[in-house]
């Protein structure tokens, strides 16, 4: 058996409406609420908005780590809503990656050295619609963070 291979599928920007909803620290670990303001994202075969319908239900771990929770909606240039719903992980690596997405002053600062930033989109289409096909498939993520919030480059896993 071979390696996993993937192909490109898009390349996404996304505006965090600041600043995150504190929760509080909770049975699970300390929960944060980071909502979308919006963005955009192109690819091959997928170009479009992201719209102003979702966020990451976060949670900041005991170990460090914080665990994605992302709801989204995309739409796609020709109209069509794609809901994409992924979990993930962010883990710095010795500076605070998660106070720079709340910091665009700190964003600047860091690199992708700095943290692990990965997760894994699932997607929804209605059934009759051209981009049905996303429906079947999943995704891998590799994401930054930026002075606007995060970007994502997505690959299908092939």
Request: glycine share 14%; proline share 5%; with cysteine.
């Amino acid at each position: 058996m071979g390696g996993i291979e993937s192909a490109f599928l898009f390349g996404m920007e996304g505006q965090l409406d600041l600043p995150f909803i504190p929760v509080g620290q909770t049975p699970e670990g300390n929960r944060l609420i980071a909502n979308l303001a919006g963005g955009k994202f192109a690819g091959p075969k997928l170009k479009g908005r992201i719209a102003r319908s979702g966020g990451d239900w976060g949670l900041m771990r005991a170990d460090g780590s914080f665990k994605l929770d992302v709801r989204v909606c995309l739409i796609e240039e020709d109209g069509t809503p794609i809901y994409m719903h992924y979990f993930g992980r962010l883990v710095s690596k010795g500076r605070d990656a998660m106070a720079a997405l709340a910091d665009p002053a700190l964003a600047a600062t860091l690199t992708p050295s700095d943290y692990y930033f990965r997760s894994a989109p699932f997607f929804e289409v209605a059934s009759d619609s051209k981009h049905a096909w996303l429906n079947h498939i999943l995704g891998i993520g590799v994401g930054t963070i930026s002075e606007v919030g995060i970007t994502y480059k997505v690959y299908e896993v092939l």
